[in-house]
């Protein structure tokens, strides 16, 4: 019993880790979930990313010079709290510090408040008996509020003061967790639609209605030994549709987003309370990628928990 | 367990696709450059408008861009808008759907030449630079010219 509550508290470390940094201050839709018997979870993240190239639309991956250095920084903040136990609810926001640095000299630095995500999950498929296949299963909503500048209200030329998507999105998602011996793996999925929003910005009047997305997660993960150590590792591919904008007289069609988190993750349960993680995300090894900018990032978190 | 498998063997088939495996380090290595001037006819007022990059177009959102538009009649004489005429200009990234850091300011610089300066591309990539030409305020005729924007044109 033990052994399963460090293996599912690394899970609940884990799912938070995969979410890499995509462009323009964006995140996946996945959320963060308790999937143990506790009340409430807190968990601060510190991550670095850097943008080491780029794949635009019809072109194949670009990658940068090495004077050229596109840094974020982010401080995380993601709590869940649940209800009973079958119903939970989180919220979750980050800052997030821009530096980038071009192959001239140039040097854009700002910082943001990222957009604000509200998830309310419920558990659909509990483990009330022992079964050595049947993972426990949770549907979950996600509202994302756009508190965050989007590339659309964006002041500086380069977009290092950009830290949202600028959109309401909602996202609806499938989750199954399952813990095998010192073995877990997690497959998580969800499909999410943005609200038609127009902006106006420096006399411009720009209306954006983005296509629907969805992301996936696949993780496997293994506590050798049964200690409190987890090593894991996930692929994520995520989807964005095809933007319909408005500008002026033009109307215009983007291409899709498409990029994949390669995730590696290292874990240690320090107490029943606390947990450590490091975490390195890769957007450059699996495709294909269309239309973002390719990223790696490093991540740590802190956990603490609550007992119900 | 198997099904789990086969679902990653799936996954890692998109290896052969792999950005670490497949990039370039020159920018645009197999985009066609369209940066050098061209000419369009504009039907409206029977002008050829001829375009040119005095400076860019420079996709680092530090650089500076400037665009010339030079208006000849059917003679090749250079030729001003009328007054009822006026021009607006701006650039706009279709596979990022977004538009320019800066859209500039246009100036007369002579007869029959304009030139946008202080124009801002937000990043590197294929853009479409739209010219308005309004007519008492109104769109009369619009014309776009696709350019491929380098990091920083020499």
């Known amino acids: 019993m033990k052994f399963c509550l460090i293996t ?14 995509a462009c323009c201050g964006g995140g996946s839709g996945l959320p963060s979930l308790i999937t143990g018997d506790y009340r409430g979870q807190l968990t601060t993240s510190f991550s ?10 019809q072109e194949i991956p670009y990658f940068w010079p090495k004077d050229k250095t596109f840094y974020t920084r982010s401080l995380k903040i993601d709590a869940t709290y ?25 040097n854009n630095q700002d910082h943001g408040i990222s957009d604000i995500g509200l998830t309310a999950a419920y558990c659909f498929l509990p483990e009330l008996n022992f079964s050595r296949y049947r993972p426990v299963g949770f549907s979950f909503a996600k509202l994302t509020i756009p508190t965050g500048k989007s590339i659309y209200e964006s002041n500086d030329p380069a977009g290092a003061d950009v830290s949202g998507k600028g959109f309401y999105i909602f996202s609806l998602g499938l989750a199954f967790v399952k813990t095998l011996g ?39 993960g293994w506590s050798p030994y049964n200690s ?24 215009s069609r983007s291409g899709y987003e498409l990029y994949w988190d390669t995730s590696f993750s290292l874990s240690k349960l320090l107490s029943e309370e606390y947990m450590a993680s490091f975490n390195y995300t890769d957007q450059t090894i699996l495709g294909p990628v269309n239309n973002t900018n390719l990223s790696r990032t490093l991540t740590f978190s802190f956990q603490k928990r609550w007992a119900l | 367990m198997n099904a789990i498998l086969f679902v990653f063997l799936i996954i890692f088939s998109g290896c052969e696709i792999s950005p670490l495996l497949n990039h370039t380090y020159n920018e645009f290595a197999q985009a066609k450059k369209r940066i050098s001037s061209s000419t369009h006819f504009v039907g409206s007022l029977n002008l ?16 500076e861009s400037q665009l010339q538009l030079i208006f000849r009649d059917d003679e ?34 002579g007869m029959g030449t304009y030139l946008i300066k202080d124009f801002y591309f937000s990043m590197p990539g294929e853009w479409d630079i739209f010219i308005q030409i309004l007519k008492n305020n109104v769109v009369d005729e619009e014309i776009k010219i696709s350019v491929t924007v380098p990091e920083s044109t020499p």
Request: no cysteine; proline share 5%; net charge neutral.
């Open chain 1, 8 to 21: 599912i508290l690394f899970i609940l470390i884990y799912i938070q880790q995969v979410l890499g940094a």
């Open chain 1, 48 to 57: 670095q990313a850097k943008i080491v190239g780029e794949k635009l639309h």
């Open chain 1, 82 to 106: 649940q209800f009973d136990n079958y119903f939970q609810f989180g919220v979750s926001s980050s800052v997030l510090m821009k530096d980038y640095r071009f192959s001239n000299g140039a």
């Open chain 1, 182 to 220: 010192i073995y877990d793996w997690q497959i998580m999925g969800e499909g999410h639609s943005f609200i038609e929003r127009t902006f106006k910005h420096n006399s411009h009047i720009t209306k954006v209605k983005p296509g629907p997305g969805g992301s996936l997660l696949f993780s496997l």
């Open chain 1, 228 to 251: 409190d150590w987890r090593l894991g590792g996930s692929i994520s591919p995520h989807y964005e549709g095809e933007k319909v904008s408005s500008f002026n007289s033009t109307k």
């Open chain 2, 48 to 63: 050829n408008i001829e375009f040119d990059w005095p400076k860019g177009p420079n996709g680092n959102p530090n650089l």
């Open chain 2, 76 to 109: 090749g004489k250079l030729t001003n808008l009328p007054a009822t005429h006026s021009l607006f200009v701006y650039g706009w990234m279709p596979s990022m759907g977004h538009g320019t850091a800066d859209d500039g300011e246009l100036i007369q610089t």
